[in-house]
């Protein structure tokens, strides 16, 4: 089994059910179990416009799925909970990032591992070291880092932690 942490957001809709419901889901893959989640940050949204706050947390999850298979799955998941890719980096109603797979280092079209953009993401940065506050990543940086090194602008803990729902 790997461990993976994923990344999510949303900004659109009832975001603590949405998330709360892909936790869950999540938890159903296949070969795949929910082990820990972070607690939930209010962050201003990155991207155009004027866009509602998103709530973000992360996910660790064991799993038996290879990469490509674990992102498909979750691309589904996203898709049924009325994601619709339009605008770049427009509101959604869920966002599923895999950060970290194992020690991996992906770099395919349709995947890049570790995300190429958490470094400077706080409303990543911050609940990831919630989870593994002693991580080092596949180039050997410790996360806490990279957190040290990322302001927490805009970035608010909700001190709350969303359970999975249906
Ligand atoms: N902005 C915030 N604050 N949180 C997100 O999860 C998020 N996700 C995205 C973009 C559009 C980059 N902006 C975001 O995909």
Known sequence: ??????????????????????LAAMDRL??????????????????????????????RL?????????????QRIEADHGRQ????????????DILLYGDATISTE????PHPRMAERNFVLYPLTDLAADLVLPCGTPLQ????????????ALGD???PGR
Do not use: F
Request: overall charge neutral; glycine content about 10%; some cysteine.
């Open 145 to 156: 880092r990279w957190r040290s090194a990322c302001s927490d602008a805009g970035l608010e």
């Open 62 to 74: 064991e799993t038996g799925l290879d990469a490509g298979k674990l992102l498909a799955q979750l």
């Open 30 to 59: 296949a070969d795949t179990r929910l082990v820990d989640v972070s607690p939930t940050y209010r962050s201003t949204a990155v991207g155009p416009g004027k866009q509602r706050d998103y709530l973000n947390l992360v996910a």
């Open 161 to 163: 932690t969303i359970e």
């Open 110 to 113: 349709a995947l890049q591992v």
């Open 1 to 22: 089994m790997i461990t993976a942490y994923i990344a999510l957001g949303s900004n659109l809709g009832d975001s603590r059910a949405l998330l709360g419901s892909a």
């Open 85 to 96: 890719r339009r605008e770049h980096w427009g509101p959604r109603t869920l966002d599923l």
